[in-house]
């Protein structure tokens, strides 16, 4: 049985002191949660300070929406991963596919951000997805296994467990459809499949997370297919409410 993930990611939104409110109705209502689970908020970096104070001490971990890949110097406007663990953060979310599709992140930027961020320190959660247009054209499995393959081939991994790979279809991101559990399940296998010839065994203790419209009705059946061991929640995550109720759920 591997450690469960439930990680919420607030993306563009939350001024400070809606932050500092979500993050306190979240911790009060996970805080007797005592499963095998790991609890994540990825809050976007104005709030990084104010949210990792407030969850100091529980049973919740930080992480950032993106990292850039060189440790200190001339790049404006850019986040080192050294600065990220810094203000707290233990976790960063890299290759989401708004930062593919709208800022034009590459498979290859993908994988220096991986490699900086293992590099020092950080744990890793790593976003593949296919389109729409390449779902209907029967591309998603030839996109996956790309991604995937571009990401970690020929990583050094001292601990495999640092390394989660979340499968997100674009066209569930933000759009109330989900893949089905049995289409979901059917992409984690593969993924399951390429991590294992990736690293061997050690493969085992990597986690493969589902994201898309992910609710506290539907968290239960996706939980229930042998390679889902989480999910990464964009707008049910931005309601304390929804989100502990999908983490209880996680954590049952
Ligand atoms: C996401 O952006 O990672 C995501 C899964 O969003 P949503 O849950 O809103 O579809």
Redesign the pocket.
Known sequence: MKRMMIAG?W?MNMLRHEAKELTQNIVSGVKDVKGDIDILVAPPFTALDIVGGLISDTNIKMAAQDVFWEDRGAFTGEISPAMLIDAGCKWVIIG?S?RRGILGETDSIVRKKIKASLGDGLNVIVCVGETLKERESGKTIKIVRSQVESALTELELDEPGKVVVAY?PVW????GKNATPEEAEHVHATIREITGNIFGQDSERIRIIY????KEDNIKELLHMENIDGA?????GLNADSFVKIVKIAGE
């Open positions: 990611n993306k989401h708004e997100e569930a991101i933000g759009t994201g898309g419209s992910v990464l929640i964009g707008g049910a």
